[in-house]
């Protein structure tokens, strides 16, 4: 979602440039479980920017507007840019890491 608000939703990458994202590792701490219909506000950080990687920490907050947020959970991801038809690496597009950083 974070990258589809920045104008690179993952169908309009692989038409425009002839790549896209994949997530090569994840990690991830819980603090809180959440319960159905509740409203989460989450978050995404750029933690590291390079040519054919990138890693991002995202928390997840519980949303209430009469109770300050509460952190439910919290971790990193790491994305590689591959080529879409191959899925060999390659280099992330200019545009895309100057949005991001």
Not at 27 to 36: C, E, I
Not at 75 to 80: E, V
Request: one cysteine or more; glycine letters at 8%.
């Amino acid at each position: 979602e974070w990258l589809r608000a920045l104008g690179f939703g993952q169908q309009h990458l692989r038409e425009t440039s002839g790549g896209m994202f994949v997530v090569s590792e994840t990690t991830v701490k819980y603090h809180a479980p959440a319960r159905l219909d509740d409203t989460l506000l989450v978050t995404a950080r750029l933690l590291e920017g390079g040519r054919a990687s990138l890693s991002i920490a995202q928390c997840a907050y519980l949303h209430s507007p009469d109770q300050p947020a509460r952190l439910l959970a919290e971790g990193t991801i790491r994305l590689g840019w591959v080529d879409s038809t191959t899925l060999k690496p390659g280099r992330i597009p200019a545009p895309v890491l100057e949005a991001l950083k």
